[in-house]
């Protein structure tokens, strides 16, 4: 049986510290060293598939280098990257190429969100593992709700659609202090605004 998720638990869900398997995160060559340092080795319920948090690999100091190489970057220059490890921003990258260099990173999982609320990185969350060069692709942004988005037109938010009431947009706004991560947050907010503005501005 299916399990239904409404869209707020969704874009939340990107504000959780992320974990992984111990292989996706330590280089293949030093598990046997990094278990011992955990002190995983003297733990039958632990393995190399076991998962680990941030938090818990910070204490082998592992660091990696990583670059992203975007496709699709023209619709995200101009904007930036931000590197979240739950709700701490790790780092903002403003995106001026198809390159971003997120520099040397602690060993672990993150997620990817970008300040732009119409454009997502396919892959939201990034595998720290060793030294690489990370393809990702740009697409069309969800991080605005559904409630929202159908106030207006379109999606550059710049008319409202014929189907918009005062109820709707109060609706809308109901649903905005459960988001959890301030950057989708503020997005939805600042739309949510704007169509109150429309709102009043043409009578509806």
């Known amino acids: 049986m299916g399990v239904s998720v409404d869209d707020v638990t969704v874009l939340n869900s990107l504000n959780y510290p992320a974990v992984a398997m111990l292989t996706q995160v330590v280089p293949d060559d030093q598990l046997t060293t990094v278990m011992q340092k955990l002190g995983?080795?003297?733990?039958?319920?632990?393995?190399?598939?076991?998962?680990?948090?941030?938090?818990?690999l910070a204490q082998t100091g592992l660091t990696s280098h990583i670059i992203l190489n975007l496709r699709n970057a023209d619709k995200l220059i101009g904007s930036s990257i931000k590197l979240m490890n739950g709700t701490q921003t790790i780092a903002t990258i403003p995106v001026t190429s198809n390159t971003v260099d997120l520099g040397t990173l602690a060993n672990g999982i993150y997620t990817l969100t970008t300040d732009n609320p119409n454009v997502k990185l396919t892959d939201q969350y990034l595998y720290v593992k060793e030294d690489a060069t990370v393809n990702e692709a740009v697409a069309s942004s969800s991080q605005i709700l559904p409630s929202i988005a159908s106030l207006f037109?379109?999606?550059?938010?710049?008319?409202?659609?014929?189907?918009?009431?005062?109820?709707?947009?109060?609706?809308?706004?109901?649903?905005?202090?459960?988001?959890?991560?301030?950057?989708?947050k503020n997005a939805n907010e600042q739309l949510l605004e704007r169509a109150d503005g429309l709102d009043r501005s043409m009578g509806v």
């Not at 995983?40 to 818990?56: A, G, P, R």
Request: proline residues 0%; without cysteine.
């Open 40 to 56: 995983w080795d003297q733990d039958f319920l632990k393995s190399k598939v076991s998962l680990i948090t941030n938090e818990q």
């Open 153 to 184: 037109t379109d999606d550059t938010y710049q008319k409202l659609a014929d189907t918009a009431t005062v109820e709707l947009i109060k609706n809308a706004r109901s649903m905005l202090d459960d988001l959890q991560n301030e950057t989708i």
